[in-house]
């Protein structure tokens, strides 16, 4: 065991700070909460470790693992020479806000072009429920095609290796679909539609239309969880989140079949550059058994929540921005070159100020009336050179006021000058809360900024236009931009209680692109014309693929590599099947 870390204020006390505090970084109250989860990446035996604090360790993923700790030993980590680095955990939220001829899925699925219909693949979906009786989910027989659902709100018998929630089989989902009642069975619902509305998307069968509203894969096996939040408040973490792709990636080893993972969640707090370890985890572990994850850009694209700017040394700069009415807590997650010195201001919608707040104060609580104002000036990780100043505003009864805020930033030492703040998703805050000079680009949420999971923007393939609220990249297209564009407006997918109905947003554009890489892997792997279709080979072959507008210049911050046709896709690996039955081996 290493020395205590004792710095002063550090990134390490700012993090014990934050979960001791009235809120952490990620706007998650841990007051009520005695002991909290903290992401870590380790080396060595992280269990005598958790052990000797009387913590528990869940490893997840080889140097990846997820610690539940006492709130006041959440220091101690850092005398430990196993912890290399701790994360708390953040919130995610639903992309919310039919189309198989557009994406060309339809030219694949017919006898006659290739039958493929993601027989012997499975397509796992993480999300808020799965109305399970719906008969899209079903086979002819009336049995069910979901092999597994883990309900991570539910009190039962949880998953080996696991410690919460309850596992549901095929063969119990069976007994409840032939109960009267089946929800007495198997208690698991979907409390708002999302997540049977991506799983019809990705993997319904049209059981219900008589295959008319069948979905991209409608003969894949299922696996879905419904994430929970573990003794936190209602809203999804992304250690649940963590939690469920090990899960899958591990059920689908077992059961010796490729899988295709759709998760669709995001968030805005953090750097979006990929350098979280939520989202190398999801890179990392994506390169596990024979897997793809595919994650929406978000629906932040027209939000105005995302502001940029250049900074010049003494000249102040104001970032405005307006909050809308009803809202208890929002963040501001600013990100800046290190190297640059600078000091904020706050001003209130009355006028008040908090005063200029610099880096002498590290972490910096102010109260005004029933508003606490916390400031955060973090240190650069050993996975990034930049520094994030965390802007947190949270009312302790009632309501934030609603009006004109404002940023106000005193630069002193500029060597590079850029800056870029994000305000919290629509689905927090609303769409009446944004910077009254936002960016559209880098408004891909997180995940879908991870390096190696595929990132899905939505567009109204009947107009042929990027949807308005789609995420976008950067306009530096070294830089993250979406991998594909499918369609996310007004789509028919199976419906909550039964039936269908239409849905926008790109949580479901997704389950299309997840859909076709199930059948991109069962051509690949289950029929053995290419045994290595996973990863990051099928987003190579979805961009080459993707249809893209005679000159015009791609990769756009927008719709990335073009809009998914599958069979372009499946033309183009038949074309290398060719040129050899070897030229799938990397040379």
Request: with cysteine; net charge negative.
């Amino acid at each position: 065991m290493g020395s205590q870390y004792n710095s002063g204020r550090g990134y390490p006390d700012a993090l014990f700070a934050m979960a001791e505090g009235f809120e952490s970084e990620t706007g998650d109250q841990f007051e009520n909460d005695e002991r909290v989860e903290v992401i870590v990446k380790f080396n060595g035996d992280i269990e005598s470790a958790a052990r000797e604090l009387m913590a528990e360790a869940e490893v997840l993923f080889k140097e990846y693992a997820i610690i539940t700790i006492d709130r006041e030993n959440i220091s101690k980590l850092y005398s430990y020479s196993q912890i290399e680095s701790l994360e708390l955990p953040k919130n995610l939220y639903i992309e919310t806000d039919f189309n198989l001829n557009s994406t060309c899925i339809r030219a694949v699925q017919g006898q006659n072009s290739g039958g493929l219909t993601g027989v012997g693949v499975i397509v796992a979906v993480i999300d808020y429920g799965i109305d399970y009786t719906h008969r899209d989910f079903r086979n002819e027989d009336g049995t069910s095609r979901i092999l597994f659902l883990w309900d991570q709100t539910q009190t039962g018998t949880p998953p080996a290796g696991f410690a919460a929630g309850a596992e549901y089989t095929k063969a119990e989902l069976d007994r409840a679909l032939e109960s009267e009642n089946p929800f007495s069975v198997v208690p698991s619902r979907d409390t708002n539609g999302h997540g049977t509305a991506v799983a019809g998307i990705a993997a319904g069968n049209g059981n219900e239309s008589n295959g008319e509203n069948a979905g991209a894969a409608p003969r894949a096996d299922i696996i879905f969880v419904k994430v929970g939040t573990r003794g936190f408040r209602s809203f999804t973490r992304n250690t649940e989140l963590m939690r469920a792709v090990k899960y899958v990636i591990d059920k689908a080893r077992q059961l010796n079949k490729p899988v295709a993972i759709n998760m669709s969640f995001g968030m805005n707090n953090g750097s979006h550059t990929g350098d979280s370890l939520f989202e190398t985890y999801l890179s990392d572990v994506s390169t596990e058994w024979k897997t793809v994850i595919v994650v929406p850009t978000g629906n932040e694209g027209a939000a105005g929540h995302h502001y940029t700017a250049r900074l010049e040394a003494n000249k102040t700069h104001e970032a405005e921005f307006f909050t809308a009415s009803g809202i208890s807590r929002f963040y501001i997650s600013m990100w800046k070159n290190f190297v640059d010195i600078l000091s904020v201001e706050i001003v209130f919608p009355d006028g008040s100020s908090s005063g200029i707040i610099g880096i002498e104060n590290q972490i910096k609580n102010i109260r005004f009336g029933n508003i606490m104002l916390t400031v955060i000036y973090s240190q650069p990780s050993h996975y990034s050179v930049r520094q994030e100043i965390y802007i947190n505003v949270q009312a302790k009864g009632g309501e934030i006021s609603a009006g004109l805020w404002k940023v106000i930033i005193r630069p002193s030492l500029i060597a590079d000058g850029s800056i870029e703040m994000w305000l919290p998703t629509v689905e927090e805050v609303t769409a009446n809360t944004q910077f009254t000079n936002p960016t559209k680009y880098l408004t891909m949420t997180i995940p879908s900024t991870a390096q190696k999971v595929i990132t899905v923007a939505g567009y109204n393939d009947r107009l042929g236009n990027i949807a308005e609220f789609s995420g976008a990249g950067s306009v530096c297209t070294s830089l993250q931009v979406p991998d594909i564009a499918a369609p996310a407006v007004s789509i028919l997918t199976a419906k909550n209680g039964g039936g269908y109905d239409s849905y926008s947003g790109t949580s479901m554009a997704a389950p299309f692109v997840t859909g076709a890489a199930a059948l991109m892997m069962q051509w690949g792997i289950v029929r053995r014309n290419d045994p290595f279709l996973y990863g990051e080979r099928v987003k190579a072959f979805l961009r080459l693929g993707a249809n893209r507008k005679a000159a015009s210049l791609y990769p756009q911050p927008d719709f990335g590599y073009g809009t998914l046709c599958l069979s372009n896709t499946i033309s183009f690996l038949e074309r290398y099947k060719w040129g050899g039955n070897s030229q799938w081996l990397q040379t």
